[in-house]
């Protein structure tokens, strides 16, 4: 490991609690606390198992998904081109997330325990890499709030509030559908805030109203608001050489 890298892991290690390191165990040095039925079952080999799995699924995604494909291209375009062995782990992580991004050290982290289908590693995939393009392309301080406020806008309105979603989810028609697409990202930008930061939800809802027009706008690299089962992933990868983003 360079002299570098461990600097960083150590910075993860002092500022853990206050960034949400803490839901990511392997960030700090530590290790996920395992049950006492998978010690039984597996012993000590789970983890490894786990991350086995975990790196197969990945490959395959990164292979085969037109979505993750796109977010390779446009990273590289953009000057950031992914390694998936320096910048992709699978590590083991607490049950409330599957995934997350660490600025410190460039590095998006798959969930091995909790990432057990294609889909699921491609929605993390997906989520993460929009954060890595905005700290990318936007040099982005994860230390400000607002900041982070708007790739977590970004991330939800891109890869989870669909505008079918938001018609089939609650008492909603098709002439509000907008405006509840939009609480939907605000909704999930706040929790996802709040899951990271240390904050209070007034700090958290005020630091994503102070951003969200601009950031609810930026459709970038995808160029569109994926709609649930239409071809929308498939025609934003087919058209990514108008935008620039080939590999």
């Known amino acids: 490991m360079s002299e570098e890298h461990q600097e960083a892991k150590e910075q993860n290690r002092d500022e853990g609690e206050k960034w949400g390191y803490d839901l990511y165990p392997e960030r700090k040095g530590g290790k996920r606390k395992v049950g006492w039925w998978d010690l039984l079952w597996w012993g000590d080999d789970k983890g490894e198992i786990d991350r086995q799995k975990c790196e197969r699924r990945v490959a395959y995604v990164i292979e085969k998904s037109p979505l993750i494909k796109l977010m390779m291209d446009a990273l590289k375009s953009s000057g950031c081109e992914v390694d998936i062995r320096r910048h992709i782990v699978c590590e083991g992580c607490e049950k409330t997330v599957t995934g997350g991004y660490d600025p410190t050290l460039n590095q998006i982290v798959v969930c091995q325990n909790m990432c057990r289908q294609d889909s699921v590693v491609q929605g993390v995939l ?27 806008i970004r991330a939800a309105n891109l890869a989870h509030c669909s505008f079918m979603s938001a018609l089939v989810e609650g008492n909603v028609s098709p002439f509000s559908i907008a405006n509840q697409h939009a609480k ?32 609810y706008a930026d459709l970038e690299p995808i160029g569109r608001r994926l709609r649930r089962n239409s071809q929308d992933m498939n025609i934003a990868y087919m058209e990514r050489h108008y935008y620039g983003y080939t590999s």
Not at 133 to 140: G, T
Not at 187 to 213: G, H, Y
Request: hydrophobic fraction near 40%.
């Open 184 to 215: 939907c990202v605000k909704d999930k930008a706040i929790m996802s805030v709040l899951a990271v930061r240390k904050v209070s939800l007034e700090e958290a809802r005020n630091a994503v109203e102070s951003v969200f027009p601009q950031c």
């Open 126 to 152: 997906f989520h993460e890499m929009i954060h890595m393009f905005d700290y990318c392309r936007n040099k982005l301080d994860f230390k400000n709030l607002q900041h982070l406020a708007c790739t977590e």
